[in-house]
């Protein structure tokens, strides 16, 4: 039966084909995405997806959890120590549901947040009145600099000293400067507020020692497992000892039910590997390739890169000046089998995104070379000069064909 269903399902199994084919075909630079390692994968399409596990180790609705008690405790200590916290909790499903989970545990519906807009970064889930998150609490939102490009700490303290924040949130989706997290504690204890980070997009540069890390200043951290971190899709939540009671209750049994017993074992897996001395010079090259593309596109007309470079695993590209919006530049780019995002710059306000996001975890993962990243900006540079081109736009098809050709997916 085991690998026999793609004879049961051509439909869905011909689909997942599709999907690894264009994933080896295409150089991936939608910054929240990796490729998870073999066990992580092979994990959890084990037989643990067919326990029930509701509650926690040793007090659990169902019996049988013997097994299960070992992986929870061998994760939530896995993610302590990889991230020096006091309290983990590794059952969210999603970055999604560890920040719902972290709101049930701090604030009362109405409660007030201060939290990175959507247009300099930040993320929806952070207060936006499209997402429960602005539904329940009452949100206000900080940008950044409009010249520097960059968090404004000082309009951030004013902000908080006139909104008296319940929970002040620092994090983001598309930054690609340094947060001083200190300056952020700070801020929240001079206005009486918790702060909170989300590092979903940077936890494996923190876990990898290439940034510092939110963890000792803030009350609480959440995160995606899934993206720089390089482990399954999913959530987790860092903490204070002293909050672990309420946060554990927050995600069970007041946001979820049934924990997701295969994926918190790729968890535990995930978490290891990025305690390997490998996992460091892996966050170090993604920083660094991130870098050189950053350089190169500084260097390209008419493309200007957003805050001048990047600390970290990502650079969001100004391409107005090509006369392409940044869903018009994604498109293009996709043709030619590059993966971009479009992008909110800074200082737009209306709906149409003049950026795009480039990251290089993906590519990283791939052991693309110096030469090789080089290539792939200099390429970039080259479709968003010269969109209709359609001779040199087939040229460039080649030349990510060859690229990918030479840096396949291993893992
Ligand atoms: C990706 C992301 C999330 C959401 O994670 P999901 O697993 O997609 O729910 C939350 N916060 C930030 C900052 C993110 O970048």
């Known amino acids: 039966m085991n ?22 075909n295409v150089i991936e630079l939608i910054a929240s995405e990796n490729i998870a390692s073999q066990a992580v994968r092979a994990v959890q399409s084990s037989v643990l997806t067919n326990k029930y596990a509701v509650g926690y180790p040793g ?17 939530r200590t896995r993610a302590q120590d990889l991230f020096g916290a006091e309290y983990a909790n590794v059952f ?16 009362q519906p109405g409660d007030r947040i201060l939290a990175m807009s959507e247009h300099a970064g930040g993320h929806f889930t952070h207060g936006q009145a499209h997402n429960f998150s602005g539904q329940l609490y009452d949100a206000q939102f900080y940008g950044v600099d409009p010249t520097t490009e960059r968090l404004d700490y000082a309009q951030i303290e004013r902000q908080a000293r006139a909104w008296h ?5 620092a994090g983001a989706s598309a930054y690609s400067q340094l947060i001083d997290w ?71 049994p007041r946001s979820q039910s049934g924990t997701l017993e295969q994926i918190v074992a790729a968890k535990a897996i995930a978490y290891r590997e990025a305690q390997q001395p490998e996992f460091r010079q892996y966050a170090e090259q993604v920083v660094q390739n991130a870098q050189l593309m950053a350089r190169i596109l500084h260097e390209t007309p008419n493309v200007r890169v957003v805050t001048g470079g990047t600390v970290n695993h990502e650079l969001t590209l100004d391409v107005r000046a090509t006369g392409l919006t940044g869903a018009a530049a ?15 710059l800074p200082l737009e306000t209306g709906r149409t995104m003049g950026g795009i996001r480039l ?53």
Do not use: C
Not at 59 to 75: F, L
């Open 3 to 24: 690998n026999e269903w793609h004879t049961q399902d051509p439909a869905v199994w011909q689909a997942v084909q599709a999907e690894a084919s264009r994933q080896a």
């Open 59 to 75: 007090a659990r609705i169902y019996p049988g959890n013997e097994a299960i008690d070992r992986i929870d405790e061998i994760a």
């Open 92 to 107: 969210p499903h999603s970055g999604t549901q560890a920040n719902q989970a972290v709101y049930a545990a701090f604030l």
């Open 165 to 169: 924040p319940r929970i002040i949130i």
């Open 182 to 252: 200190e300056r952020f504690r700070a801020i929240a204890d001079e206005v009486g507020a918790y702060l909170m980070v989300d590092m979903a997009h940077i936890a494996g540069l923190v876990a990898g020692q290439v940034l510092p890390s939110p963890v000792p200043v803030a009350d609480v951290v959440t995160s995606t497992t899934h993206k720089t971190l390089r482990g399954p899709r999913g959530g987790m939540i860092l903490a204070k000892r002293q909050y672990g009671a309420q946060i554990d209750q927050a995600v069970f």
């Open 330 to 344: 994604a498109d293009r780019l996709y043709s030619v089998g590059i993966a971009t995002n479009q992008e909110l």
């Open 359 to 411: 990251g290089t975890p993906t590519i990283t993962s791939r052991n693309f070379t110096p030469a090789a990243v080089s290539e792939v900006a200099t390429l970039i540079g080259q479709v968003l000069n010269h969109p209709s081109d359609l001779e040199q736009l087939d040229q460039i098809r080649q030349a990510v064909q060859r690229l990918t050709a030479q840096f396949p997916v291993t893992r």
